[in-house]
């Protein structure tokens, strides 16, 4: 098995929530480790750019909205098979489609605010990592 490294954001419902260290927690249970982590305050500029790939479809909007509504926390997280484990771990978009002990299941209000993203590939994941961390960020 190949040791990945995918982005992890702790979105606005649940910082609110101050459920930060509960998810977090389900991470490192699991076997990954966070190796980088920040929380920020997106501008809606950033917010614009990091879903830029989601720009033509009709929730863009709404999403980039939602997103710099309040602090997220930016993370990166390392382990076997990084990038499957946290999506496993994070559960199906939509909260009421999400399997019993996941994230979204647990914590989620609802498909938009779903307290967590997770990269979905390894060419996604790296794209991701760079818009928030630089090398010298992550700690091994």
């Known amino acids: ?28 249970i699991r076997g990954l480790k966070i190796v980088a982590q920040k929380r920020i305050h997106l501008t809606l500029g950033q917010a614009q750019k990091f879903y830029q790939i989601h720009k033509e479809r009709a929730f863009y909007d709404d999403l980039c909205k939602y997103m710099t509504s309040g602090p997220v926390v930016v993370q990166v997280l390392e382990g076997e098979q990084a990038i499957t484990e946290n999506r496993s771990i994070m559960g199906a978009t939509n909260p009421a489609n999400a399997d019993e002990g996941t994230i979204r299941k647990d914590f989620g209000e609802s498909v938009e605010a779903n307290s967590v993203h997770g990269s979905d590939s390894p060419e996604n994941a790296a794209i991701e990592i760079s818009f928030f961390f630089a090398d010298i960020d992550i700690v091994i």
């Open 1 to 28: 098995m190949a040791t990945e490294r995918t982005l992890s954001i702790i979105k606005p419902d649940a910082t609110r929530r101050n459920l930060t260290g509960a998810i977090n927690e389900r991470f490192e």
